[in-house]
């Protein structure tokens, strides 16, 4: 029992509480200049394909396994978004050979070969690039360095308020000590 009572003790001081709060509200802080820093990014690289989502390099394939689907018909590492509708035909001609493009169930087998294409593929922008290659997202990568330097700013300037808060507090309080030790030396001097 002792040691769920040291824990309750150690949950209750106040400085817990306090530091639990201030992580919640940072992490809400942090989500609102992530957001902010999303939309002026995004603003700023309208210009750029895919936006911010778009700043991205795919390495070359390392192995078989990162060489993309059906390197054959064009599913190599990436394809441009643009180019699905002809990827999911030729996939679907590739599964089902014998099927011709007025059969009745040739949309059904494109729209499959489709849903398969963007379940081993992720949207960068406008290319997708198969999950198994390996990604640098430039995009994150600025985005947290920005998100990093607008957090550090608004705590520079919050923890330079306090300090200029406590130095004139510690300057009034040095005054009025000051005040109150003249009156008192005033009261102790015997008048002539």
């Known amino acids: 029992m002792g040691?769920?009572?040291e824990f309750k003790a150690f949950i209750s001081r106040?400085?817990?509480?306090?530091?639990?709060?201030g992580v919640v509200i940072g992490?809400?802080?942090?989500?609102?200049v992530t957001a902010l820093v999303n939309i002026l990014l995004s603003v700023c690289l309208w210009g750029?394909?895919?936006?911010?989502?778009?700043?991205?390099?795919?390495?070359?394939?390392?192995?078989?396994?990162?060489?993309?689907?059906n390197a054959e018909i064009g599913l190599g590492q990436s394809f441009k978004a643009s180019e699905l509708q002809k990827l999911?035909?030729?996939?679907?001609h590739?599964?089902?050979p014998d099927l011709a493009t007025t059969d009745a169930g040739w949309i059904n087998a494109v729209e499959g070969a489709k849903g398969t294409i963007l379940g081993k593929y992720t949207l960068h922008g406008t290319t997708y690039t198969y999950n198994m290659s390996a990604v640098i997202d430039?995009?994150?990568?600025?985005?947290?360095?920005?998100?990093?330097?607008?957090?550090?700013?608004?705590?520079?300037?919050?923890?330079?308020?306090?300090?200029?808060?406590?130095?004139?507090r510690a300057e009034f309080l040095e005054k009025r000590a000051a005040e109150k030790n003249?009156?008192?030396?005033?009261?102790?001097?015997?008048?002539?």
Do not use: C, H
Not at 88 to 92: K, P, Q, S
Not at 158 to 166: L, P
């Open 14 to 21: 106040g400085n817990v509480l306090d530091m639990a709060v």
């Open 94 to 96: 590739a599964n089902y």
């Open 88 to 92: 999911g035909e030729a996939l679907a």
């Open 182 to 192: 003249a009156v008192a030396e005033a009261e102790e001097t015997p008048a002539e």
């Open 138 to 168: 430039w995009g994150a990568f600025i985005n947290a360095i920005i998100s990093f330097l607008i957090i550090a700013l608004v705590l520079f300037i919050i923890v330079r308020t306090a300090n200029k808060a406590a130095a004139r």
């Open 48 to 69: 750029v394909p895919g936006g911010l989502k778009g700043l991205v390099t795919v390495l070359p394939a390392a192995n078989n396994v990162q060489r993309g689907m």
């Open 27 to 32: 992490n809400a802080f942090g989500a609102i």
């Open 3 to 5: 040691f769920f009572k």
